[in-house]
């Protein structure tokens, strides 16, 4: 394998996590080069990872050792998947607005089947309090899992400029909405609205960096910072990318998958209820205090 082109598959190093660097990127890349070579586009490899990831979930409904099993290796290869499709974006150059909502709610949608079997499983036991207790954990889960994607491609802004990050605004997400027709365009459309509600989730709950980064903005005038600016902002900022790794997939389906080993499945909304929340709390205050002392640098 070419070190080299495998390397511009990715992101960056300053965001990857080390299960990824040794399993998942490199694996994702082989198929990646696989996708180039028969023309499969970067989109349809995200819809195959759906249907993959919700096949697991329906795994997990069954209180049956081998089935999850099943199930967890199932998981593991949507999340190749889910690596395979960006890599072969940034080969391609097929990169995207519509891919990038996809690729955010394939994740959406694995754990929505993940939770549903997880539910129906234990309904027998717990009744309708294990529908709370998993609706409690997804709305925390939906907001972990933002706010770590937002500040990884913030970190990627400041590390690579606008090119190599997809740090995008409600309100460019909004005129895009206004800008589709539903009759010409129903399905764009209907993501995009998903879309717009999920970016302004992530500016309601980062307000110092909204005002540190307008205020970058009109300093700048819309372009990116100096060079010794976002020197400044990644050396913060790079400690900081554990915890959205922490948040993000990997540890989540390590957990699970322990839990679903053990039949105690209802562990897994109770760790991302309690850890994980503490996790993200913690990591946001880190981050807002980070842009308060670069606005006062600035000052």
């Known amino acids: 394998m070419n070190e080299t082109s495998l390397q511009a598959s990715l992101k960056s190093t300053d965001t990857e996590e080390w299960i990824d660097l040794l399993f998942y990127r490199p694996l994702g890349y082989r198929w990646a080069l696989l996708f180039r070579k028969w023309g499969i586009t970067p989109n349809a490899v995200t819809v195959a990872s759906i249907f993959l990831g919700v096949g697991a979930g329906i ?5 049956d050792l081998w089935w999850n099993i099943a199930g967890i290796c199932l998981l593991v290869w949507a999340n190749m998947y889910d690596s395979a499709d960006g890599q072969l974006a940034r080969l391609t150059g097929q990169k995207s607005e519509l891919g990038r909502i996809l690729d955010g709610m394939a994740g959406d949608l694995w754990f929505i089947s993940i939770y549903a079997a997880i539910c129906l499983r234990l309904t027998p036991g717990w009744g309708i309090w294990i529908w709370v207790l998993a609706a409690l954990a997804g709305a925390a ?3 972990q899992a933002a706010m770590a994607d937002y500040y990884r491609n913030i970190h990627l802004f400041f590390l690579k400029g606008k090119s190599g990050s997809e740090l995008d605004t409600a309100e460019r997400q909004r005129q895009l ?15 995009q609205w998903f879309y717009v509600n999920y970016t302004r989730s992530q ?3 980062s307000p110092r960096f909204q005002r540190f980064f307008n205020r970058l903005k ?3 005038a819309g372009q990116v910072p100096p060079q010794q600016l976002r020197e400044a902002f990644r050396r913060r900022s790079l400690p900081l990318m554990k915890y959205t790794n922490i948040l993000s997939f990997n540890t989540r389906a390590v957990v699970l998958s322990v839990s679903l080993l053990v039949n105690l499945p209802w562990i897994y909304f109770v760790f991302e209820l309690t850890v994980l929340n503490i996790l993200y709390i913690y990591m946001v205050y880190r981050h807002e205090q980070l842009c308060v002392s670069l606005s006062a640098e600035l000052s």
């Not at 795994?59 to 209180?63: E, I, K, V």
């Not at 027709?181 to 399905?187: E, L, V």
């Open 218 to 220: 009109q300093e700048y």
């Open 203 to 205: 500016e309601q709950s």
């Open 177 to 191: 909405y206004r800008s589709l027709a539903w009759k010409q365009s129903f399905g764009r459309k209907f993501f």
């Open 141 to 143: 889960h939906t907001k």
């Open 59 to 63: 795994l997990f409904y069954p209180a």
